[in-house]
């Protein structure tokens, strides 16, 4: 029996630019406590390595401290193995991040920089494919054909598209045949690069990646979060793959369809994930429907209302589209300059002559005022 945890696409380093300061320090002390994590899931389950299937690194020039902390991670528990293999992200092109990686690796941790075959234990044989270039161009995993000793498990590892997974695109050159475990005669085939955890067949198995990192997979109801435990019985045993959570932050996307006349505020609040885990929670709200200036003012409260509770909490409102309702207009005021301005708004807003961008310039300024009444009335 030789038992291991399957993980992949770490991307340690990655700086999460598009998000507020307080955001990126959370998301990236995530990524941090990534190797410990992995290491405690291996220790638990019963493991005896850890396989890294490519982007351990997010670039090719990770940032001194990130290569050290994940160096010193994997040195504090030196009976634990662990292989890393080079991906697409931080390729053999980048040469000296390989080269300090050799130079500062303690001696339990074996990096797969070229297609050696490494032996893990006596009873189970690593074979890598490291990715050469951001772009190989081919197939790198026909070098895991390569023979090895009889008797040995052999465990490929590798980093690449099994399909194309972009819609449209053709599967090119260096596509990975789905059934390369079998050609190759590999127990297992360890994958890396599809951050979504996934079977391709009872051999071979993206892990995913352990700290999801875009909303992305969340919209595609893929899991991200987790590593794989594989169990091998001996040669040519289907393996037991199980999947263990390893995820600190929850990336999510919900749609809401609203209708006029709806309590928009309540629906909000059934559709939001519970107060305990809304403080390590990135939330994407896209809302769809008919609103009026009401509905979207009480909306827009509640999102105020909620916002701190999540560590991210963004809202496309793009999709929601006026309803005019002269009862809203008389709530700004029944008559004098504020109906008077209330009304040329919604005149403009509502003129098909006008340019999209005016009309919604016309929208906001309205909306403005009509939260600005309803301030001033309570
Ligand atoms: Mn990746």
Redesign the pocket.
């Known amino acids: 029996m030789f038992r291991f945890l399957h993980s992949a696409?770490l991307?340690l380093g990655k700086p999460f630019g598009r998000f507020p300061e307080e955001v990126r320090g959370s998301l990236r002390e995530a990524r941090t406590a990534l190797i410990p994590r992995l290491a405690e899931a291996a220790r638990a389950a019963d493991a005896e390595a850890v396989l890294l299937a490519?982007?351990t690194f997010d670039s090719e020039s990770p940032a001194p401290a990130v290569i050290r902390q994940a160096l010193n991670a994997i040195a504090a528990d030196p009976g634990l193995a662990w292989v890393i293999l080079p991906?697409?992200?931080d390729s053999l092109a980048a040469t000296p991040l390989w080269e300090r990686v050799r130079r500062e690796a303690p001696p339990n941790l074996c990096l797969a920089l070229d297609p050696q075959p490494i032996a893990l234990g006596d009873a189970a044989v690593v074979l890598p494919a490291p990715a050469t270039a951001r772009r190989p161009g081919r197939d790198l995993t026909d070098d895991l054909d390569q023979p090895t000793a009889p008797g040995l498990m052999r465990i490929g590892l590798a980093h690449g598209a099994v399909t194309s997974f972009s819609a449209g695109e053709d599967d090119g050159p260096a596509v990975i045949p789905p059934d390369r475990a079998e050609r190759s005669g590999l127990d297992y085939l360890a994958l890396?690069?599809w951050?979504g955890q996934i079977g391709i067949g009872a051999r071979t198995w993206y892990a995913g990646?352990p700290e999801a990192d875009s909303f992305r997979h969340a919209r595609a109801g893929a899991v991200t979060g987790a590593a794989l435990v594989v169990s091998l019985a001996g040669p040519g045993a289907v393996p037991v793959v199980e999947s263990v959570a390893t995820g600190r932050r929850d990336w999510r996307q919900a749609e809401i369809a609203l209708l006029p006349g709806e309590d928009v505020a309540g629906r909000l609040r059934t559709a939001l994930p519970l107060v305990v885990a809304r403080a390590v929670t990135l939330l994407s709200l896209r809302l769809e429907g008919r609103l009026g200036l009401a509905a979207r003012d009480a909306l827009q409260a509640e999102l105020a209302e909620v916002g701190p509770d999540f560590l991210h909490l963004e809202a496309d409102l793009s999709g929601l589209a006026p309803v005019h309702d002269p009862a809203d207009l008389d709530r700004i005021d029944r008559g004098g300059a504020l109906r008077t301005a209330a009304e040329a708004l919604a005149a403009e807003e509502a003129d098909p002559d006008r340019a999209a961008q005016d009309s919604a310039v016309a929208a906001e300024a309205l909306q403005h005022l009509f939260a600005f009444a309803r301030a001033a009335d309570s």
């Open positions: 696409d991307h490519g982007d991906g697409n992200h890396g690069d951050h990646t």
